[in-house]
């Protein structure tokens, strides 16, 4: 299967689902017209309830990443740009290593000005 969840990881089961989803199209393991797995068959194979995963597509369509059309499923967009995906990607990790040494948003940006001076 292509995504998995940790029960356990303090972040939701949703988030973990839809960033794999956001990973698998950094990595180019997912691309644009894709057709993601049917919410109902994913939430089975992950043993979580289907709405999880439903909440899951929503934010990814609320991020133009996915369609959702009734009666068709989950697709990527045609149109979805994997470079600006990948980016998004780095920068999430980056924010996370600044959370995970204290460092705030605004010593991050700082930090960023200085580097790229």
Known sequence: ML????P???V????Q???QVRGALAS???TPGDKLPPA???AAGLAVNMHTVLRA???LRDEELIELRRGRGAHVRPTVDVDLIALDEEIRALLAA????GISRAQLVRQIEQVSA
């Open 17 to 19: 689902i839809a960033s």
């Open 12 to 15: 939701g089961l949703a988030e």
């Open 8 to 10: 356990d990881s303090p």
């Open 57 to 59: 597509y929503s934010a």
């Open 28 to 30: 180019g393991r997912l």
């Open 40 to 42: 109902r068959e994913l």
């Open 98 to 101: 600044a959370n995970r040494l």
């Open 3 to 6: 995504f998995s969840v940790d």
